[in-house]
């Protein structure tokens, strides 16, 4: 793995980033209104409900931690398609770029956009709303590692679609983690799941999590064993979507469809 | 007694691609010494961006082997590409990088020494220096392909690749490109391959040429005997001469 190859995806991406606010925008603003509206409506369930349930960790919470897990996920495919827009396979792979640095080079700049996002949101929420994930202390740290972890291999996996199905398959892609979410039992226990969606439940890591922050916010001890599944998982599933990214990547180099986004065709 | 001739920057061997029953490049050989530009000529659909595609790694052959430098680009490819440059009128560079940053970022993947001096000289070189803090997709379309011409001189390549590197410049900017290559060339550092429609161009710069068609290698020599040896007034016709033959005995099969 070559560093300056490597920063030179990064440098590329920060280039665009500090000419372009509309880009910036979307790593803070679009979080806080997530935060703003779902702490509103947490305030207002507080309110009215009489069960003695505190809804702003339950659900504030979610909201945070699945935005967290979606964003991962988007600015790492964002960042491909920076290059797909500007039809720039063909300029960066007649180098002597390697995909994994490539795919490397996404990832940090993936790492380093959602944690500023993430940042921002514990910011607000706990400022606007008092929810303190710092209370959880490091024991909030391995819950969002899986979901950090299940977010790049979804931001991965996207990736792949793209370089193989081609600009288009945009609209296939931003919708995967809305597709997920109701399996992942983000808002309610998986146990209210029927049993077919349990199962699926079962083999998606962001259901331990959000399994484990309920019971943690029920005051109980962190499900370690039922979390190391989760992360288990996802990293199973990371080398299975790098794999994926891989073989995708030899069968563009070997139908040509990395040089068809620029050249003329080749059939 | 002659003194060896030094190894071949490019040599190419067989090389073949297929895409399903269309074989667009078939059994083609050749080789690309230091100091030498070879001109890549044929109609359109005869195989030659399949080929340079094929050389710059982005397209992998179905046979045939590409050594550059000495270096088999299926082995070591990352290796093989780090002397290789290449500027194409369709692979413009990204529009939303300002003129400097694609330079930077490029220089950074070719790992360039000294890499601010190298840009600051090539600025200068390809006369971009007012342009630097200009978005690349703001240039005009010669601007673009001087930008890209820079890009491909950053690692000081042993091959560059041209695709039609002056298809979209002006005579008097296209004449100035052609004597700088040439001029690059002349070191005796680099080899170029060069494709271009234009004939007259092919003549002005290349030292040998071959004509491409069906994918398959028809001629091959010295553009400026070879009319001559052919029966052709010129360059251009002996191209429609050889396009047109290739299209018949296309037509017979």
Partial sequence: ?267 | MDSPSPPAVLRVERLAKSFGDLQAVDGVSFHVAPGEIVGLVGPNGAGKTTTINMILGVLEPSAGRIEIEGVDLAVDRSRALSSTNFAAVYAPLPGNLTVEQNLRVFGMLYAVDNLSARVERLLAVYDLLRYRRTKAGLLSSGEQTRLSLAKAMLNRPRLLLLDEPTASIDPSNARDIRAGIAKFVDSGHCGVLWTSHNMYEVQAVCDRVLFLSHGRIVLEGDPKTLPEEHGAASLDDLFVNVAQEALHAGGAT
């Fill in chain 1, 1 to 267: 793995m070559n560093r300056s190859r490597v920063g030179a995806i990064v440098l590329r991406i920060l280039y665009l980033y500090r000419g372009s606010p509309q880009r910036v925008f979307p790593i803070f603003v679009f979080v806080a209104v997530d935060i703003v509206l779902w702490g509103f409506l947490t305030r207002y369930l507080n309110s009215v409900s009489r069960a003695d349930f505190n809804f702003v960790p339950a659900l504030l919470g979610a909201v945070l931690l699945w935005d967290f897990l979606t964003r991962v996920m988007q600015q790492l495919t964002m960042a491909l398609f920076e290059d797909v827009w500007t039809r720039n396979f063909l300029n960066f792979f007649a180098t002597p770029l390697r995909v994994s640095e490539y795919l490397a080079g996404l990832l940090i700049v993936a790492v380093t956009t959602s944690l500023l996002s993430l940042v921002a949101m514990l910011a607000l929420a706990q400022i606007a709303f008092g929810l303190s994930f710092f209370a959880y202390g490091v024991a909030l740290a391995p819950f969002l590692m899986v979901l950090f972890v299940t977010g790049i291999a979804l931001g991965v996996t996207a990736s792949a679609l793209v370089l193989r199905l081609g600009p288009a398959s945009e609209w296939l892609i931003w919708p995967i983690p809305m597709l997920i979410s109701p399996f992942a039992g983000v808002f309610y226990p998986i146990a209210v799941l029927p049993r077919w969606m349990q199962a699926v439940a079962m083999v998606l890591p962001p259901s331990y999590v959000f399994e484990g922050m309920r019971a943690v916010v029920a005051g109980n001890p962190p499900p370690w064993d039922r979390l190391a599944i989760g992360g288990g998982l996802a990293l199973v599933y990371l080398v299975l979507a790098c794999l994926f990214f891989f073989a995708v990547y030899r069968s563009v180099i070997r139908t040509g469809l990395i040089a068809r986004y620029s050249a003329e065709t080749v059939s």
